[in-house]
């Protein structure tokens, strides 16, 4: 039998929130304990392969209001605006917080940071480290949590699989020690879930393996509400085949986008006119290749419609070219671009344009909660990609998730800790036996069981196909009709896989397994909050409903599991200070605004 | 599944890589479960040979088609988690990164990273090694730690440019599995901990060298390293822990002739 293990808090997921939250949790208050629970090794945590930055104002020519007017129109109004400001006004701190945690930001000349601008943005605000800012920003955190011995535990390798609830809180979870294969039960008197977003339910994505919607997935079977599930933002710049990211950071330094004719075919969208790539004013913020993700995703679509795209061994795709920066300024700010582009697609865009086509990047929906990021289950707490709180809303500016992983990870920590100091572990015979009935259920649903005929990877594949062909960057009704009907099929047939190996050790297929009950548990989430929308708005297009419908649904969209495990849709109004809902204009009225920089 | 394949989208855009190919190439692969017999062995798999595939596309086309039991640590598939470190044809690599067509049409040997404890088939222990990399306090030492409020620490980008190599180590343990050294000497703190001790001592906001310096003045810090330079051969990042040991070694010098020439504390 596993030992019991307690802590104050236990934290799922060592990526840059949950690391975030316990060095809070560490600085906070040195007598609790916490514990962190995590899949893989912390520094393979998915934060890892973030390339371009972090957004927080802290040039003089930038301001608190535009960050946060950037963020509010960026989201397409559903971003809650009390929780943008306090975000937009914590970033700064975090950023620099970092900084003296050894993160290596890029500088200018007088040792300041530099920042760059990104997407959708006013200003230039990102801090980035090169093109590996994620990468940086994770083993710094992590580097830096290896100071606190003793008061921060790693669970290295442990994969949580239920939450324990009792007595109307959450106080703990179940995790598998992968190593030993024993199931233990890890209490707590608060739990923060940090696992990241779900990334993998789609085909063509980004998102590493591990991005399985786990997080998601236990509060959402526990009860809690999956907020805004519909939104999934597509980033416009991946690599053809593999799903590979090139960073916006290449159309900040000024990489184009064009199509078969050589066509910058971006002004025929509404994002404003082009100018010359020689012209000092390019690239222009707000406008063109540096407009919103989600409008650069849909223009992709509409250009293939025309029959513009270019036909390549992976499938349909534009150029993106950065040749006109030169090779010295490519290797000096775009390192990791260029070393990707040559591995894995065989151009050194030194020399040729970098084949790309839009990919599933990043899940604007989460796990619903407040500004401290705790949820409606006591007890428990959710910050970084797994979590909604929202300051995304329905379209995510590119570089505000690395910056909201650390100003949200530290008020969860922190939340987090002011509840444990109140409360206390309840009967942990309850919650023992809640951990044996899980054992149970995964001895004889996977370890045991026989007779089964499917396979994980069939499963798994067939539902890539059907939440691209119906939940993809355009939707109907009918498509996601069909899509939800395949998925029901897959949760029938899920009762019926079996596992090829059924040894204790490292049972990494057992953990596949798990995973995939994640994945269209959170899969069934987003299709029904993406039937209920009757409307476009942000990255949600439903071709069947294309306009923006306020009246009716200026609110985020809350999914409940009910027993039959469909969800339950209801709605909750967004949060609106300083900025009434306004149509988002790109292109030419935002350049004015932002007549140099 | 990184590499899509046989998975063709109904939508009128095209996803898909091109169709399943006739040829095929066979990856010979280091097995040993310590749930089973604890015996060692090599498998044989013959896989659909892919110009564009790599090594881990491979692998997880025997583990979904044709093998659920073979294990292996693998997630970003682009070179930067560092999970997927093995030795390819004796040689350690992240295997996102080994291309079958760099071997085709010749079988290829898979193996766990060499020096390492197996744990299961290609999953080795990697605990040793944190241990070593916590040995070298890997984060920024101050003599007067300040809050955010008063804004960054200042550093030019000569400054930054003087660690930055340093700091690209992913930790994929390639530099140990090509080692001598840590082969020879379990306790040796090895190339990447020891890059990452300097990638600290040489970060201009840093003033932790002093704390660092037993770890690595040590019998098992750098002078354990006999500069056989593998492991900036093997390193996919460029980070040459070689050339960092060998200013370590300098430094380590300089910080004994102080000590022995300045026992009250000199800076």
Redesign the interface.
């Known amino acids: 039998m596993a030992e019991a293990i307690q802590h104050d808090i236990l934290i799922i997921g060592g990526g840059g929130a949950g690391l975030r939250a316990a060095i809070a949790v560490a600085e906070h208050d040195p007598d609790l304990s916490v514990g962190l629970v995590s899949k893989v090794y912390p520094m393979r945590s998915h934060t890892v392969a973030a390339e371009g930055g972090a957004a927080g104002v802290v040039k003089d020519n930038d301001s608190f209001a535009a960050h946060c007017s950037d963020t509010i129109s960026g989201a397409d109004w559903l971003a809650d605006q009390d929780a943008v400001e306090l975000f937009v006004a914590e970033a700064p701190r975090e950023l620099t917080q970092l900084e003296h945690w050894g993160c290596p930001w890029s500088r200018e000349p007088s040792g300041h940071v530099a920042v760059r601008p990104f997407g959708g943005m006013e200003r230039e605000r990102t801090w980035y480290a090169a093109d590996k800012t994620g990468f940086h920003m994770l083993h710094a955190l992590y580097q830096t949590s290896l100071k606190y011995e003793g008061r921060i535990k790693f669970y290295d390798e442990w994969f949580a699989t239920s939450l324990l609830v009792d007595d109307g809180r959450c106080q703990g979870v179940v995790a598998i020690e992968l190593r030993t294969g024993l199931i233990h039960a890890l209490t707590a008197k608060a739990v923060i879930l940090c696992t990241g977003g779900a990334g993998r339910i789609f085909a063509f994505t980004t998102n590493g393996a591990i991005k399985t919607g786990d997080g998601m997935a236990l509060a959402y079977r526990a009860g809690v509400p999956l907020k805004d599930m519909e939104f999934v933002q597509y980033h416009p710049t991946g690599l053809p085949g593999t799903g590979i990211l090139i960073t916006e950071a290449a159309r900040s330094e000024g990489g184009i986008l064009v199509n078969r004719h050589g066509d910058r075919y971006l002004k025929d969208y509404n994002l404003g006119q082009p100018v010359d790539i020689n012209d000092p004013r390019h690239p222009q913020k707000r406008t063109m290749e540096l407009g919103p993700r989600d409008k650069l995703s849909q223009a992709f679509v509409k250009e293939h419609e025309k029959g513009n795209t270019i036909d390549s061994p992976f499938g349909d795709v534009v150029h993106l070219d950065i040749r006109h920066l030169s090779a010295k300024k490519i290797r000096l700010k775009l390192p990791f671009v260029r070393e990707l582009a040559l591995n894995y697609a065989g151009i050194d865009p030194i020399r040729e344009p970098i084949p790309v086509r839009p990919v599933v990047h990043y899940m604007m929906g989460g796990i619903h909660t407040d500004i401290q990021g705790a949820t409606p289950l006591p007890g428990l707490f959710a910050a970084g990609e797994c979590a909604c709180v929202s300051i995304n809303g329905a379209n995510r500016l590119g570089s505000n998730s690395l910056t909201e992983l650390l100003v949200f990870g530290a008020r969860a920590g922190a939340a987090a800790a002011a509840f444990a100091r109140e409360h206390t572990i309840g009967a942990t015979g309850v919650l023992e036996k809640q951990a044996e009935d899980e054992r149970r259920r995964i001895r004889e649903e996977f370890l045991t069981k026989t007779g089964g005929t499917e396979r994980i990877a069939a499963l798994r594949s067939e539902l890539y196909h059907a939440m691209e062909t119906g939940a993809g960057i355009y939707r109907t009704e009918a498509s996601l009709r069909q899509t939800d009907q395949t998925l029901e099929t897959l949760q029938g047939r899920y009762r019926n896989l079996q596992i090829d190996d059924r040894s204790n050790c490292y049972n990494t297929e057992l953990i596949t397994a798990l995973e995939l009950r994640n994945m269209l548990d959170v899969a069934g989430a987003l299709l029904h909050s993406a039937l209920e929308r009757k409307e476009s708005r942000g990255s949600h297009q439903r071709t069947d409903h294309p306009q923006r419908d306020d009246a009716a649904y200026l609110k985020h969209s809350l999914a409940y599991r009910q027993d039959d495990g469909k969800p339950r849709i209801e709605y909750l109004d967004v949060v609106i200070t300083k900025w009434p809902p306004a149509e988002r204009v790109y292109g030419a009225e935002a350049a004015h605004v932002a007549p140099d920089g | ?4 394949m046989g ?1 063709p ?10 169709p399943m190919p006739a040829e095929t190439i066979t990856l010979d692969v280091f097995r040993f ?4 017999d604890g015996k060692t062995t090599f498998q044989k798999y013959d896989v659909p040979y892919h110009e ?1 595939w790599v090594v881990l596309d491979a692998l997880n086309w025997i ?3 044709v ?3 073979l ?13 997927c470190g093995m030795m390819v044809d004796g040689v350690p690599k992240l295997s996102c ?1 080994a291309f079958l067509k760099d071997y085709y049409p010749r079988a290829i040997r898979i193996e766990p990273l060499t020096y390492f404890t197996v ?2 088939d290609l ?1 080795i222990d ?1 605990e040793g090694f ?1 241990g070593k ?2 040995s070298i ?4 030492i101050r003599d007067d ?2 809050t ?2 008063g ?7 000569d ?2 440019a003087s ?2 190599q340093y ?2 180590c ?2 994929c343990l390639l530099c140990y599995a090509a080692c001598p050294v840590v082969g020879a000497e379990e306790d040796f703190i090895g190339p990447a901990a020891i890059a ?1 001790a300097q990638r ?1 001592n040489l ?1 201009s ?2 003033q932790g060298a002093a704390q660092r310096a037993d770890a690595l003045g040590a019998e098992e810090g750098v002078w354990g390293c006999t500069f056989v330079g593998e492991c900036s051969e093997v390193c996919p990042k460029n980070v040459d822990p070689a050339g960092a040991i060998q200013r370590a070694k300098v430094d380590s010098v300089k910080t004994w002739y102080k000590k022995l020439l300045m026992p009250w504390g000199g800076s």
């Open positions: 599944m990184s590499r899509p998975r989208s109904q939508s009128s855009i095209r996803y898909s890589g091109p479960q310590p749930d089973g564009h583990k979904d088609e093998d659920g039991t294990t292996y640590r693998w997630s970003c598939r682009m070179g930067v988690c560092g999970s990164a744990e299961r999953m990697q944190l990399l916590k306090k890997p984060w920024l730690d300040q955010p409020d804004g960054e620490y200042l550093q030019t980008p400054q930054l660690y930055k700091s690209m992913i930790n990452l600290y970060d906001r840093d």
